[in-house]
């Protein structure tokens, strides 16, 4: 069966068609919609419509910001903030009269990194996503483990810090509010009274003010993950999102984990990602 995938981002909808053999036959991409739910329906009904067109048969996958719940069905978690509240998975089945399955982001982008991508030779991987936010997803022998409640892998909001940084969800002290993109250059900021991005903040690393950045960074990002694999001993790690292109993290960082996970062997892979921005269109087609 061929499998068709749709990737739902705040820039751009994507969607992919692949054949049994996973070879690319149909891709498509389409500027998002700006906050117009009835509007982001149609324009990913009419991708897939066109994006299948010589087709019949074929599975369908949508990767979406945001998760949904599994209480009320609706969009819960989205930086896409006409998306929150909304039948989304629903809607888009109605509109095409097809089963679809859906994911949010990570979960979409460990699918594709396990099976096309960094992790294709680990039977349990963890995938972090670090950009905007800070997301988490498992594989376990190629199939998602999504958690009894569809949050597993949410690591960006276990509390690094009792009492410390105001996070959205309504907690303190969430890992996101430490080492997610925004947050990296908010310290930075307090740090030096001036706003930079995250890349311009690394062409200034070795100055003062950059290396007691980093030294902050790398503490929290290694006692986050350090946690991640105490709980779940994965055998591999496999890093996201835009922070994902910062070279010291498969160094420095993999150093600052490894000293504080508790084992006297620590070996995890820590792996840059291979599928780039396309994880979450292939991992959308992936999920069947």
Same mark, same amino acid.
């Given at each position: ?5 749709v990737d739902?981002g705040?820039?751009k909808?994507e969607?992919?068609?692949?054949d ?7 891709r498509?991409r389409?500027?998002t919609?700006k ?10 009904s009419?991708?897939v419509?066109?994006t299948?067109k010589n ?8 990767c979406t910001p945001?998760?949904i719940s599994?209480?009320t069905?609706?969009i819960?978690?989205?930086?896409t903030q006409?998306l929150i509240g909304?039948p ?5 089945e ?9 994911e ?11 099976k096309m991508?960094a992790?294709?030779n680990?039977?349990?991987v963890?995938g972090v996503?670090?950009?905007?936010? +800070?997301?988490?997803g %498992?594989?376990? $022998?190629?199939?998602?483990h &999504?958690?009894?409640t569809?949050? *597993?892998?949410?690591w960006?909001?276990?509390t690094?810090?009792q009492?410390?940084?105001?996070c959205?969800?309504g907690?303190?002290g ?5 080492i ?13 009274g ?6 311009e903040i690394?062409?200034e ?9 980093k030294?902050?960074?790398?503490e929290?990002f290694?006692f986050?993950l ?5 709980i ?7 890093l996201g999102g835009?922070?994902s292109?910062i070279?010291?993290?498969y160094?420095d960082g993999?150093k600052s984990?490894?000293?504080?996970v508790f084992?006297?062997? +620590?070996d995890?892979? %820590?792996?840059? $990602?291979e599928l780039?921005d &396309?994880?979450?269109?292939?991992g *959308?087609?992936l999920?069947n």
């Amino acid at each position: 069966m061929y499998k068709l995938g749709v990737d739902l981002g705040g820039t751009k909808i994507e969607a992919i068609l692949l054949d049994d053999s996973l070879n690319v036959l149909e891709r498509k991409r389409v500027a998002t919609p700006k906050e117009n739910y009835s509007e982001i329906i149609e324009t990913i009904s009419d991708l897939v419509l066109e994006t299948s067109k010589n087709i019949s048969d074929f599975s369908l996958g949508v990767c979406t910001p945001g998760a949904i719940s599994k209480k009320t069905g609706l969009i819960k978690n989205s930086n896409t903030q006409c998306l929150i509240g909304k039948p989304l998975k629903e809607d888009l089945e109605k509109k095409l009269q097809k089963n679809i399955l859906m994911e949010n982001d990570a979960n979409c982008f460990v699918t594709a990194e396990s099976k096309m991508g960094a992790g294709k030779n680990f039977d349990f991987v963890f995938g972090v996503i670090m950009g905007t936010g +800070v997301g988490g997803g %498992i594989t376990v $022998n190629g199939k998602l483990h &999504s958690g009894r409640t569809n949050i *597993a892998g949410e690591w960006g909001h276990h509390t690094l810090h009792q009492n410390g940084n105001q996070c959205y969800c309504g907690k303190s002290g969430c890992v996101e509010t430490y080492i997610s993109g925004p947050a990296l250059e908010k310290k930075w900021q307090s740090l030096t009274g001036e706003f930079k991005s995250v890349p311009e903040i690394i062409l200034e690393i070795d100055s003062d003010f950059g290396k007691s950045w980093k030294s902050e960074f790398l503490e929290n990002f290694g006692f986050g993950l350090a946690n991640v694999i105490d709980i779940l001993d994965p055998d591999a790690i496999v890093l996201g999102g835009g922070l994902s292109n910062i070279d010291f993290l498969y160094t420095d960082g993999k150093k600052s984990v490894y000293e504080k996970v508790f084992s006297d062997l +620590v070996d995890t892979p %820590i792996l840059k $990602n291979e599928l780039g921005d &396309s994880a979450g269109v292939y991992g *959308a087609a992936l999920l069947n």
